[in-house]
T-cell receptor, first 113, second 112 residues
Framework: DAGITQSPRHKVTETGTPVTLRCHQTENHRYMYWYRQDPGHGLRLIHYSYGVKDTDKGEVSDGYSVSRSKTEDFLLTLESATSSQTSVYFC????????????FGSGTRLTVV | GESVGLHLPTLSVQEGDNSIINCAYSNSASDYFIWYKQESGKGPQFIIDIRSNMDKRQGQRVTVLLNKTVKHLSLQIAATQPGDSAVYFCAENKGGSYIPTFGRGTSLIVHP
């Protein structure tokens, strides 16, 4: 999607290894979010950020950490990947942060073997 | 459990028909509702939204209806086209929250 890029698009990693996913935006939006999408669960919020160095947990934050050192980048880290973290991860950005007009990235498909 | 859900996981229609995708919500404090479309291999895309002080809102070929009495939301797509085939999510935003809650999605299949 224009203005938001996720990398990598696909990744296979082994259980117990650390993994970092990157979300990069060129819209200068204040709010950034990480979601995971699994069959039967829809989109579930992992962490979000409301400014540089300002982050908070979502409903499924266990096993994940985030960092935002610059407005344009929001990193999601799996400190020690587990098979239950196999999922499709989406980043989203928002200018207003009130749930209006999210823009989503194209997603990262992560497989933990 | 989730407060946003969908009645039908899959909806199959013929090209040219009108499609109706339904969504129920349980929180009467929700004041903002959004519909997203997700094509295979892509992220969700915003389609249309509606505030709780409205009953209906129209866009290009899409209409969202909100019935607060029964806490029901629907997305109507007129003259459905094969390009409309996707998963459609509804989401609700509770008053005072900055985080919408997403439903599981309905898969719309349009047959040519």
């Amino acid at each position: 999607d224009a203005g938001i890029t996720q990398s990598p698009r696909h990744k296979v990693t082994e259980t117990g290894t650390p993994v970092t996913l990157r979300c990069h935006q060129t819209e200068n939006h204040r709010y950034m979010y990480w979601y995971r999408q699994d069959p039967g669960h829809g989109l579930r919020l992992i962490h979000y950020s409301y400014g540089v160095k300002d982050t908070d947990k979502g409903e499924v934050s266990d096993g994940y950490s985030v960092s935002r050192s610059k407005t344009e980048d929001f990193l999601l880290t799996l400190e020690s990947a587990t098979s239950s973290q196999t999922s499709v991860y989406f980043c989203a950005i928002s200018e207003t942060g009130d749930g209006v007009g999210y823009t989503f990235g194209s997603g990262t498909r992560l497989t933990v073997v | 459990g989730e407060s946003v859900g969908l009645h039908l996981p899959t909806l199959s229609v013929q090209e040219g028909d009108n499609s109706i995708i339904n969504c129920a919500y349980s929180n009467s404090a929700s004041d903002y509702f959004i519909w997203y479309k997700q094509e295979s291999g892509k992220g969700p895309q915003f389609i249309i939204d509606i505030r709780s002080n409205m009953d209906k809102r129209q866009g290009q070929r899409v209409t969202v209806l909100l019935n607060k009495t029964v806490k029901h939301l629907s997305l109507q797509i007129a003259a459905t086209q094969p390009g409309d085939s996707a998963v459609y999510f509804c989401a609700e935003n509770k008053g005072g929250s900055y985080i919408p809650t997403f439903g599981r999605g309905t898969s719309l299949i349009v047959h040519p």
